[in-house]
């Protein structure tokens, strides 16, 4: 298995506060079955301005570190980009690139209101070569709302991650309904960690893939396949799909 | 590859309709050549953009050096057909003073495409500009067509002011999605500022070639793989 969004580098963003804490991290996915780990700090500019080669620079240190332990566990650098009006610009300097240099980039969006150029965003940066991976979209409140919404994410050709956490339950209810929604309609390409600690949002993703099999079976199978299509930076190919939206009875709103 | 289907399948009987329209555009003033060519409809969602992006190729295959400009400063989608960028264009020409030839994709084919640009706040006062005036007049010394797609006539005015401009107006109506009244209603607002309206593209018109037998004497010639749809010029 790889976990392809975590927070575990120490120090450089509001992950990992310590290598005493990343070196817990590193051994909690271990025993999890986590073969690879991706390092995806945040991108956000202005705040956490971590570029591709600051990381992996980082990654590569902190590679060593984990060797020196005698731990068997790769890691592989990567970033989670905040998308703004800059990010087409730092995509084409390579200051934000995919993960393992790949195509595919990690991004977010603003948890509460969506940007009216988000998706001018994505299809800039699909034109300059990017694929987009859409980080949680469980958490953001617009599609919480009205998770009608995604589909237009879908016909810009997205792929979508789901957080572990978000299936455990750990930011709430509703997250939770909205990501077994995603997972049942198959509108989840990958589910990952996102791990920001060793506590609660720790690098686990095995219980969570399988947990997903239950609501939509076959999916694990896709869920361990794609990342090492990712890493490797082949093509994921996804089905058609559609989310549609469930007819109103004016007494059951 | 390009989802247009003038370039994806020449040989269709959908493309044939394209060139019959571009045909009847040729042919449908005697004294003045058609090289200002407005594209328009009543509402949203009718076809403007499949339309003349579909158009400008057939006319670029004729021969003619074409420009293609996305004038929907509201909802663009011209980049989105032809799969370009759309971070520099018409908006950015107008406003911060570019060249054309710095915000002009050239797309090769023939064919030349400026796209909006960066939405502004203030699309109608843009258009009717002087500097819109002057740029179109330039660009028709390069070119020998220029085709504007335009936002829905009955929604914004925009395409009313780009109508006094365009040597002629074609007017695009959804089979199915058109309801009459806003499409008499889009022909009286064109009319009230004497736009030459060419004529009407009939879209998303279903075929029933099948059931008549018209459509195999299209197949005839046109050799193209069976279709469901084709588009018609009343």
């Known amino acids: 298995m790889i976990d392809i969004h975590s927070h575990i580098l120490p120090g450089i963003d509001d992950g990992a506060k310590n290598i005493d804490t990343f070196l817990k991290m590193i051994k909690i996915a271990k025993q999890d079955g986590i073969e690879k780990i991706i390092a995806t700090p945040h991108f956000v500019n202005g705040i956490y301005e971590n570029t591709y080669d600051q990381v992996a620079a980082e990654t590569d240190k902190m590679k060593d570190m984990i060797q020196n332990y005698g731990i068997n566990l790769e890691l592989i650098p990567g970033q989670e980009v905040y998308l703004d009006k800059h990010s087409i610009d730092l995509y084409k300097e390579g200051k934000i690139r995919g993960i393992n240099a790949s195509s595919y980039l990690l991004c977010e969006f603003p948890m509460d209101s969506l940007p009216d150029n988000a998706l001018d965003i994505i299809y800039e940066l699909q034109i300059a070569g990017a694929k987009i991976i859409l980080a949680h979209p469980e958490r953001y409140m617009y599609f919480i709302k009205n998770l009608t919404l995604i589909n237009d994410f879908i016909k810009e050709g997205c792929l979508f991650q789901i957080n572990s956490g978000s299936i455990e339950g750990i930011f709430g209810k509703e997250i939770r309904k909205t990501a077994m929604l995603l997972i049942k309609n198959g509108i989840c390409d990958f589910i990952a960690s996102d791990a920001h600690s060793a506590g609660t949002r720790s690098p686990r993703i095995k219980d969570t893939i399988n947990a997903a099999e239950d609501y939509k079976p076959g999916i694990s199978d896709t869920l361990v396949k794609n990342p090492y299509f990712l890493i490797n930076n082949e093509e994921i190919n996804v089905k058609y799909r559609k989310l549609f939206k469930k007819p109103k009875l004016f007494f059951n709103k | ?234």
């Open chain 2, 1 to 234: 590859m390009l989802d247009l289907i003038v370039d994806k399948e020449p040989k269709s009987p959908i493309s044939e309709a394209y060139r019959t329209i571009r045909t009847n555009i040729e042919f449908s003033s005697l004294d003045k050549e058609m090289k200002l060519i407005l594209i328009t409809s009543s509402g949203p969602q009718e076809g403007k953009s499949t339309i003349s992006s579909n158009l400008a190729l057939a006319m670029a295959q004729s021969g003619k050096k074409t420009l293609l400009i996305d004038c929907d400063l509201r909802k663009p989608t011209i980049h989105k057909k032809y799969k370009i960028s759309n971070r520099i264009g018409l908006s950015n020409l107008l406003a911060d003073g570019l060249k054309l030839s710095d915000a002009v994709f050239c797309f090769g084919k023939g064919i030349d495409i400026l796209t909006s640009g960066t939405i502004p706040p203030n699309p109608s006062e843009m258009l009717s500009s002087n500097k819109m005036k002057t740029f179109l007049q330039e660009a028709l010394k390069i070119y020998n067509r220029i085709i504007l797609d335009s936002p829905p006539v009955n929604a914004v005015t925009d395409a009313q002011i780009l109508a006094t401009i365009a040597d002629g107006v074609v007017l695009v109506v959804g089979s199915g999605v058109t309801e009459i009244d806003m499409a008499k209603r889009a022909k009286e607002l064109l009319d009230k500022v004497k736009a030459n309206i060419l004529g009407v593209v009939l879209n998303k018109a279903e075929s029933m070639g099948n059931k008549y037998g018209s459509n195999k004497y299209y197949y005839y010639y046109a050799e193209g793989e069976e279709k469901k749809r084709r588009k018609k010029k009343k």
